[in-house]
């Protein structure tokens, strides 16, 4: 196993890492040092006693989805493949072949869970210099960064040629989730329920009429609709967000009326979560027509 480690600035410079408290940047830090060259290890709660970090701080880093944890107490970090790159000659495969079976290798680096993961979004898994030259590799990856960065800086600037007025909401939400947009893009398509409940509510906007004002035509909208919905399943679970924004549309209203969820039993295994993550903004607190 190879004993340095790479980090990717694009990862550790985005607010969704930056916002964390210290202490779980550093027990990031530390894990991908320890783990192994495929970003796999099976000794999290040593590492954190180690470093005197808490369960808060791991439970962070899985709610952020910087760590995949698996039942069994392995876990990976997420966007290894983004941060590391190894020599066929100094690279050695994971021993935990099962977890790996169960994650697939997202176009731009990161992994995700087969079952949360498109299909054409599959990529063999593996270090890809074994089949190719060194000198061939770092051509690949030299392109494969430069892309990484003018989509970044792209997005980031709203210079994207991608024209939210143009398409449908539906569209507007698939393209803002699939290139990682919102910094809850990974949380919202590994939760099957959550994704289904937004994509419902953006086609019912879409049916409906007069089209120009049940339009989310700019991102900082669209983003904030996402925002809202993740914030409501956190914090109540997908029934008590499902029959609100069932509701809404039953009643042919224009807006989610956020404020009902406020009348409902939050979901407990969620609370515990915002408990020991710091807790999430509530969602009743957001007026209807603010999130049109």
Not at 95 to 102: S, T
Not at 135 to 164: F, L
Not at 178 to 188: A, G, L, P, R, T
Request: aromatic fraction near 10%; include cysteine; proline fraction near 3%.
């Amino acid at each position: 196993m190879a004993e340095k480690r790479m980090f990717s600035k694009q990862i550790i410079d985005s607010d969704a890492f930056l916002e964390m408290p210290l202490s779980t940047q550093a027990l990031y830090f530390h894990l991908s040092m320890r783990a192994d060259d495929d970003g796999f290890l099976n000794n999290a709660k040593k590492v954190m006693k180690i470093i005197g970090a808490n369960q808060n701080d791991y439970d962070l880093l899985v709610a952020k989805s910087f760590v995949i944890q698996f039942p069994d107490g392995i876990c990976v970090i997420k966007h290894w493949r983004i941060n590391n790159y190894l020599r066929k000659d100094r690279y050695t495969e994971t021993i935990y072949q099962e977890e790996k079976a169960h994650l697939t290798v997202q176009p731009n680096g990161r992994y995700s869970l087969r079952n949360a993961a498109e299909s054409d979004d599959d990529l063999p898994l593996g270090i890809p210099v074994v089949y190719r030259s060194d000198t061939q590799y770092r051509i690949d990856k030299n392109r494969e960064e430069k892309n990484s960065i003018d989509k970044y800086n792209s997005v980031s600037g709203d210079t994207t040629d991608y024209s939210y007025s143009k398409n449908s909401n539906v569209s507007n939400l698939e393209y803002v989730l699939k290139n990682d947009i919102h910094q809850d893009s990974d949380y919202v398509l590994e939760n099957e329920d959550l994704h289904q409940c937004l994509k419902e509510w953006m086609e019912y906007k879409d049916g409906r009429k007069p089209k120009s004002s049940n339009h989310y035509g700019t991102e900082i909208g669209l983003k904030k609709t996402i925002t809202q919905f993740v914030s409501g399943y956190r914090e109540y679970g997908i029934e008590a967000l499902k029959k609100v924004v069932d509701d809404s549309m039953a009643n042919n209203y224009s807006g989610v009326i956020w404020d009902r969820l406020s009348r409902m039993p939050k979901n407990q295994q969620v609370a515990e979560q915002n408990q020991c993550t710091g807790g999430w903004k509530p969602a009743s607190k957001l007026a209807a027509d603010e999130w049109q």
